[in-house]
């Protein structure tokens, strides 16, 4: 008996000092690669994605705060940039190239007939306050913005019914084709609440399922503070700061000054000041911005005519503009940009040709044409002067009007006081208005209107996108305007930077990424 207690004994002892050697071993190993990968400048923890910073991290906007932290009904973009996505959810949600992608829903399916959306959601989701988030708050959600008409009900157009069969699933029946409806629901009409927080006051407490909660809001910063109960991926840092400024003198000094890690958004020249500084980069994406040169079609204006559209954009060297233009992304030629649903380059369906322009010139006399008033703001004026010197190789008087603002050339167009204006059309799917003969830009035509209405017909994807270039292409092709250039958003981003979004910034800031290293 003792004889064999103390074989045991000696069993354990000898597993023991085994343990011990691959523990140290083991340790040794890790140390070791720790060591490497330090002095190869890399960062052993990234490799461990479940880990987050403690870091804070401050931004700083150009413009003003909301007015209110309630994105149920304030106006403007402003509350979507600080909330949607970071705090509130939606139902589908876009990636930074503005394709659909999951969010509450994971999955969905559209019937041949496109009338049937069928969401299959995630499971074990949660709002920040701990209450379960489930099919019943999909549906009682959507009841209420259309009720109550907040803000992007009117994109919910025609349903007929909302249920929700079991917890994780909603199906939603129209009465007609709704070729944007996912768009509208990653937008702030998808948008999930909790039906438990009913009474909540949201312009005093936001109720969301996001990676973020919101700690503080003022006239000047909104804080943001990590959800550590995120159902999702955790955000990487756990607090972003949204400091706003009113002018870009007083965002690029702040910059400057180490206050903020980021600053957006900025002129093509403040952004290039900025990466001239030490541990500060520039950079830059894609907005829906389309720089154009507005046509007023209306009866009294030269521009109601066809012809007199079409050769002054022979005339005019749209390639070359863009070219010169240090805000431009791409060349455009079309009322939808790049990353608008039914885009398509149509830069080469008037290509620079000053001599077909003078041809077509010829046909009318020399005094058919009265001088036309060109209206620029003063930040393109050296593209107005451009734009001006084309139009008077075609034996055209042109009176250029420089104005101080964007909005007093809106102010004028509204008005319809102008003959050519350089605009920009800023809006996700703006290109309708070409079917308005009421609109600023009084353009009325059957086929572009019947294309437009044929594209809203269509019961999927892939037709809506065909038809809306289909559109896109007859209004070009009509010479309703003169499209110059998509615009780049310029950003100021401190070196340390990781993570951070670059398009749709002005919109769209989705802030669960962004780290300072």
Do not use: C
């Amino acid at each position: 008996m003792e004889e064999e207690n103390g074989r045991e004994t000696k069993l354990k002892a000898e597993i023991t000092r085994w343990l011990v050697f691959f523990g140290v071993a083991i340790m040794l190993s890790v140390m070791t690669w720790l060591g490497w990968s330090l002095t190869n400048r890399k960062n052993p923890i990234a490799s461990f994605t479940t880990l987050v910073s403690d870091s804070s991290v401050a931004i700083g906007i150009q413009g003003s705060a909301p007015e209110s932290p309630d994105i149920r009904s304030e106006q403007g973009t402003a509350i979507e940039q600080a909330l949607l996505e970071n705090v509130y959810e939606t139902l589908v949600s876009r990636s930074e190239t503005n394709k659909l992608q999951p969010s509450i829903a994971k999955s969905w399916r559209i019937s041949d007939d496109g009338l049937t959306y069928t969401f299959t959601l995630n499971t074990n989701m949660t709002f920040a306050n701990g209450h379960k988030l489930d099919s019943s708050d999909v549906v009682w959600s959507l009841q209420n913005v259309i009720n109550n008409n907040y803000v992007g009900a009117d994109q919910l157009g025609n349903l007929k019914e909302i249920t929700n069969p079991d917890g994780n699933t909603v199906v939603i029946a129209l009465n007609q084709p709704n070729p944007r409806l996912l768009r509208a629901l990653s937008g702030r009409a998808g948008i999930v609440y909790d039906e438990e927080e009913s009474k909540a006051n949201y312009s005093k407490k936001a109720v969301g399922s996001g990676p973020f909660t919101v700690a503080s809001t003022s006239k000047s910063q909104i804080v943001l503070q990590r959800n550590d109960s995120y159902w999702g991926t955790k955000a990487a840092a756990s607090q972003v700061i949204l400091y706003y400024y009113s002018s870009e003198d007083s965002l690029v000094s702040a910059m400057e000054a180490k206050k903020i890690s980021m600053a957006l958004p900025l002129s093509a020249s403040a952004a290039d000041e900025l990466n001239q500084q030490s541990g500060i980069n520039s950079d830059n994406g894609i907005s829906f911005d389309k720089v154009m040169l507005a046509f007023n079609n209306g009866a009294e204006s030269p521009f109601s005519d066809e012809q007199i559209r079409k050769m002054t954009r022979y005339a005019i060297d749209a390639q070359f503009i863009a070219k010169d233009a240090p805000d431009a992304y791409s060349p455009l030629g079309g009322p939808i940009s790049p990353l608008e649903d039914g885009y398509e380059d149509l830069s080469e369906l008037f290509p620079y040709n000053l001599e077909q322009g003078q041809q077509m010139r010829s046909y009318f006399g020399a005094s058919y044409i009265a001088d036309i008033d060109l209206l620029v703001p003063k930040k393109y004026e050296q593209i107005g002067n451009t734009v001006k010197s084309a139009i008077e190789q075609l034996n055209i008087g042109v009176n250029l009007e420089v104005l101080d603002s964007a909005a007093q050339i809106t102010e004028r167009m509204n008005a319809g006081t102008y003959n050519i204006a350089l605009t920009t059309m800023s809006g996700e799917n703006d290109a309708s208005v070409f079917t308005d003969g009421q609109s600023m830009f009084h353009f009325e035509n059957g086929d572009a209107q019947q294309a437009y209405a044929y594209a809203m017909a269509a019961t999927n994807d892939s037709d809506y996108q065909d038809r809306m270039r289909t559109y896109a292409r007859t209004v070009s092709e009509n010479a309703a305007s003169d499209w110059l250039y998509t615009r780049k958003n310029f950003i100021a981003v401190s070196d340390q930077l990781q993570g951070y979004p670059k398009n749709l910034t002005d919109r769209l800031l989705p802030l669960s990424r962004i780290k300072l290293h």
